[in-house]
């Protein structure tokens, strides 16, 4: 037995690979959550340049001291971003390949995708910019995308019914993107705020997709 397939006896085990649902029965009342996170902070911080007071605090103890930490920690989010877009792509061709599942391989090209454009479109209307800065912080496009990768691959393996035999992948993911969180503070590229709203937006889009895939038919000849 591989260590992405089920458990014999399982749910996952007696169905086909889509027969599955990849949202779980969470996933409406975790989607709407997420957007209401997105939008509250959206509110706080709109057309505003004011350091709120969390935001303060985390830049206090993350902001780097030195250029060198500066370029560290920009060096390392840039990396882990191209990352998290190679990771999509790996795993798409994993789910397509191995698994033959056409909404796994949807939701983890798809949600990325748009992640990215539901952060754009925030960025131009909420416009929150800092003393000093020339373009629009919230949210963090980089956590966007990554938490859009990391909740699909970890939608997947749930589906699939591989999350326990894929602890050490998912703990890995979820460990990187905690470093991404943390080096888009110490380079001040983003605030906090900006940085779960990034994350909150990820989870929304990803946790809709695979909502809207699961009602989708199902390919001719299954």
Known sequence: MSWWEPPRGSRAARAPYGAVPLAPP???????????????????????????A???WAARGLVARSYWEVRTASAISTGLGYLAVAAAAVIAVFAGVALRWRNAVLLVLVAPA?????????????????????????????????????LSLVL??????????????????????????????????????DVVGGMATGVAVTLAAALLLDRSPPPRGR
């Open 114 to 150: 748009l992640a990215f454009a539901a952060e754009k479109l925030l960025k131009l209307t909420v416009d929150r910019r800092v003393v000093g800065s020339t373009v629009s912080h919230y949210p963090s496009g980089h956590l966007a995308v990554a938490t859009a990768v990391v």
């Open 54 to 56: 969390l935001d303060a």
């Open 26 to 52: 969470w996933a409406p009342l975790a989607a709407l959550g997420a957007v209401v996170v997105t939008g509250m902070i959206a509110a706080l911080v709109w057309h505003s340049n004011q350091l709120y």
């Open 156 to 193: 997947l393996l749930r589906s699939a019914g591989a999350m326990a035999r894929a602890r050490v992948v998912v703990a890995a993911a979820t460990g990187l993107l905690a470093v991404l969180a943390v080096t888009r503070q110490v380079d001040t590229a983003h605030l906090l705020s």
